[in-house]
């Protein structure tokens, strides 16, 4: 896909997780690698009306090179990118269910949305919390370096998930999915939960040649 047929992409996944409830606002932000550089949404911006032209383009410092401001939070874009080779998108959004989780006291700093579905390990796999910082503090960027190599989403105390993947496309089912897990982490909680096991999880991984 050319540069002109991502901005585009990036704008229709933006309206669609707009229309969906899952970005309020002008809260989250999406971005997709190029060549020499990459794509993000501005800062400020709904991402249901995002314009293809106005997104910012920064090249491999996080330099703009044309465009709007970028979002305050292109930092955290760059440190996940640096880390994951393979990662070509980013979503960060504050959707409902994901951000509750985000809140909770008690929380698996290691995992903290346990193993509840076969397309949650698949999609997704173990979701670390990475400790509170406030919106675009800088040092949130060394949080994110020591997970993100090993980690395909990270989830941000009292904020929302940030989540990567080879295409945007697979990183917008990737964030849906989360999305609807921590649902129903949050509709389960007192409720005896049979998450999958260690043997379960090591088939699907197996099965479906899944990476960190």
Not at 180 to 209: V, Y
Request: proline letters at 7%.
């Amino acid at each position: 896909m050319n540069e002109s047929a991502l901005r585009e992409h990036i704008c229709e996944c933006g309206r669609s997780l707009h229309d969906r409830g899952l970005a309020t606002g002008s809260s989250g932000n999406i971005s997709v690698r190029l060549a020499d550089g990459w794509l993000l949404t501005p800062t400020n911006a709904s991402l249901g009306r995002l314009d293809p032209a106005r997104l910012s383009k920064l090249d491999r410092e996080g330099n703009l090179v044309s465009g709007d401001p970028p979002s305050k939070e292109a930092f955290l874009h760059r440190a996940v990118y640096a880390e994951r080779t393979a990662a070509n998108a980013i979503i960060h959004l504050h959707s409902t269910h994901a951000a509750a989780v985000s809140c909770m006291a008690g929380l698996d700093a290691c995992d903290c949305i346990p193993p509840l579905t076969a397309y949650f390990v698949m999609k997704v796999g173990r979701l670390p919390l990475i400790p509170y910082h406030r919106p675009g503090d800088p040092a949130l960027a060394d949080a994110v370096r020591g997970l993100a190599a090993r980690h395909r989403a990270l989830l941000l105390a009292n904020h929302g998930p940030v989540v990567s993947g080879a295409d945007l496309d697979s990183t917008l089912y990737a964030a849906e999915e989360l999305e609807e897990t921590a649902k129903l982490f949050l509709l389960l909680r007192g409720a005896p939960t049979r998450p999958l096991d260690a043997a379960q999880i090591a088939e699907l991984t197996a099965a479906f040649k899944l990476e960190p």
